[in-house]
């Protein structure tokens, strides 16, 4: 009887052994990621550039000052390893961009900037876009005093703007411009749009 009981005994902790290895293979009870890693994810979502503050909330235990250093950590890693892409501040934020050599890989992909021939209302929104940004529809054509649907999805379709989708505390829509219009107007960041009086007056 005793030796049924072990025998039992050991079968069920062989079972116990293979449900933990089970859970460890899909996934349920793997550790968490590092936190260079889950910062780098955040980056690689894009939408709006993440500042330090959504990063530490979204993330327990992050500090601002740890932040930084795990940026820098990043960028170290993305120059040693030859990464075609680096991170970079943005409007209070960060975000990841392709090295200034890698940029013809987007021209062709996408096609240049200059073969778009954007229509005069497309660089209206596009202007707009850009010194109101983030910026939904509705202030956009009441800005314009017309429709702007149209213009819109050209400039997300050319990489131009990006839009980020509403949630319950702001339904609408946004729209805020890209990496690729920096590049395509030569613009280290938005700090270096033109700031003449009529501009000003957007």
Known sequence: MRRVAAFVAK??????????ASGLEDGSAAPPPPLPRIVEAMLFVGGAPLTAT??????????????SRLLEGLNLDYRRQGRPYRIQPRDH????VLRPRFRGVLERLYGATRE?????????????VAYRQPVGK??????RGGESATALRQ????????VQRGDADQPEALYHTTPRFLSAFHLR??????????????
């Open 155 to 162: 400039l997300v379709r050319l990489g131009l703007a990006a």
């Open 93 to 96: 934020g960060y975000e990841l």
């Open 54 to 67: 959504a990063a530490c909330e979204a993330v327990r235990g992050l500090t601002p000052a740890l932040f």
């Open 11 to 20: 079968g069920m902790a062989m079972s116990e052994e293979r449900e933990t």
């Open 189 to 202: 960041s938005l700090d270096d749009l033109p700031r003449t009086g009529d501009i000003h007056q957007l």
């Open 116 to 128: 778009a021939r954007l229509a005069p209302a497309a660089l209206e929104v596009l202007a707009l």
């Open 138 to 143: 509705s202030e956009i054509d009441s800005l």
